[in-house]
């Protein structure tokens, strides 16, 4: 039935997810190395045991059922610490920020790390991607600037430079982008110049921590850390 062909199908998806390396490179121990390991309540196990006609033995350290976790990745030239990630809209890719300043792009689908994006000067403290997936804004807070990348070549291609202190957040929109910064101001900059169209700010904010637009990109929400305010802004 569709119900049992889905689950099998789901059994596989888990399993190649499970066992990349064995699948890729040391297919002639699938049977051996792979299924014998499959979680033992799980339907591809019970074929196997009923195809294979091989005895059954349950790992004690092996689950019965599929563990939430899918799988992991690491980085092959990049083993830092990854202090932030940040998911394309359009899932090709996802991007992690790490500590000596590296932004690593890693494959949407199969977690497979891909490449170094770029280098830069501090640790890597926010990412986020344009809607259109070509372009993503990264952060410090040990710097005063953020930086617009292209993705495919990762060519800097802007610096947002102004404020007289270290960021503590960003957020874009496809036009927009919203910096927060240690010098109690939030500026709204032109993605496509760089150019920054006004700034938020005044003596009773102070040290604005977190800034996000609203999924219209009309509004945006901003809080004050000292005093537990959070703002609403047109």
Not at 10 to 15: A, V
Not at 58 to 74: C, D, F, H, M, R
Not at 183 to 202: E, P, V, Y
Request: glycine share 6%.
């Amino acid at each position: 039935n569709n119900d049992g062909l889905s689950t099998l199908l789901y059994d596989g998806y888990r399993l190649i997810w499970l066992h990349q390396d064995i699948i890729s490179f040391f297919h002639m121990n699938v049977y051996l190395k792979a299924l014998a390991f499959a979680p033992h309540e799980t339907q591809i196990y019970q074929v196997y045991q009923t195809i294979g006609k091989v005895a059954q033995i349950i790992y004690p350290a092996i689950q019965p059922l599929w563990s939430p976790l899918v799988s992991t990745s690491t980085a092959i030239d990049c083993d830092e610490t990854i202090y932030c990630i940040a998911y394309a809209p359009d899932e090709s890719c996802f991007a992690t920020g790490h500590e000596w300043g590296y932004v690593c792009l890693w494959d949407g689908i199969s977690g497979a790390y891909m490449r170094v994006l770029t280098k830069c000067e501090n640790f890597i403290s926010k990412i986020c991607f344009l809607p259109d997936s070509k372009q993503l804004v990264t952060m410090s807070r040990e710097e005063e600037v953020a930086y617009l990348w292209e993705i495919d070549t990762g060519s800097l291609v802007l610096k947002f430079e102004g404020h007289s202190g270290d960021l503590m957040d960003i957020s874009v929109t496809s036009q927009q982008l919203a910096t927060a910064s240690e010098d109690n101001t939030i500026r709204i900059w032109d993605i496509q110049s760089g150019q920054c169209i006004f700034i938020l700010g005044s003596k009773e904010t102070r040290w604005m921590d977190v800034v996000s637009f609203l999924p219209s990109g009309n509004q945006l929400f901003s809080a004050d850390r000292t005093r537990n305010w959070i703002f609403l802004v047109n």
